[in-house]
């Protein structure tokens, strides 16, 4: 019997997540299907009630979900539960599970780039979800010193605020977003939408030299921020490998098999240079 998988949203119509997930079902020449869902934040509950009940074995969760998926939920692994965010849900027998796939993905992203999880110094560009995710990942270290930087210094203090308690053996700072001084980091990660247009003005960058690596969130283009880390002498690079990592952690809790890694990243990477 074909299985079936999703990822609701809305709106749902960019999303590389089925043509992913297909090319990793055929490459693995599995008899499952994943489909879109655009799904209105009215009827939520009432679709996921209603693919529960027909049978779904797992879908994917992206905005404006991603929060309002979780009172739905039976459990939640640790990750999900410490950030509050669901991206990821497997069900089974009418139970559902939900997972964040945001840590995972990047640390599975910075690995690829040579980085290995250390007590160290890194910025966040960003105070949003994935931040938030992106700053719980990094101070599993103790001692790492993270400066949260944001436009909105009122979001980046909760950001802050959510954090210290948890992580009381990190330091947690927070900074205008412009200008940005990474003199002294060891890590810069962008987690914001800065750069997904062709003409985004990145912020004024101040620092940035080769011990410093870079990673963008971004995943729909080789962003100027990447471009210029990668003339200053950096190791840099975009989203397109946590996007997969995320991708294939949600396959192997679907299918308990490890996910085609390779067939998932040319997939994504096709229909990008098909869409540029």
Known sequence: MTRVFGVLGHPI??????????????????DGIYAPFDVPPAVFAEVV????????????????????????????????RALGAVNAVVAHRGRLTGHNTDTI??????????????RCTAMILGAGGSAKAVAWVLTRAPGTHVIVANRRLDRAQRLAEWLRPLRPRCRIEVR???PVDVRGCDLLVNATPIGMAHDADIPLIRGLGSRVMVYDLVYNRTTALVRRARRQGCVAANGVSMLVYQGAASFEWWWHRRAPIAAMRRAVERALRYNS
């Open 13 to 30: 119509g960019h999303s590389l997540s089925p043509l992913m997930h297909n090319a990793a079902f055929a490459a693995r020449r599995l």
């Open 49 to 80: 009630r209603g693919l529960v009940a027909c049978g779904i074995s797992g879908f994917n969760v992206t905005v404006p979900h991603k929060e309002t998926i979780v009172p739905l939920l039976d459990t939640l692994v640790r990750d999900a």
């Open 105 to 118: 993905g990047l640390m599975g992203a910075l690995a690829e780039l040579g980085w290995r999880p250390r």
């Open 176 to 178: 205008p977003l412009e």
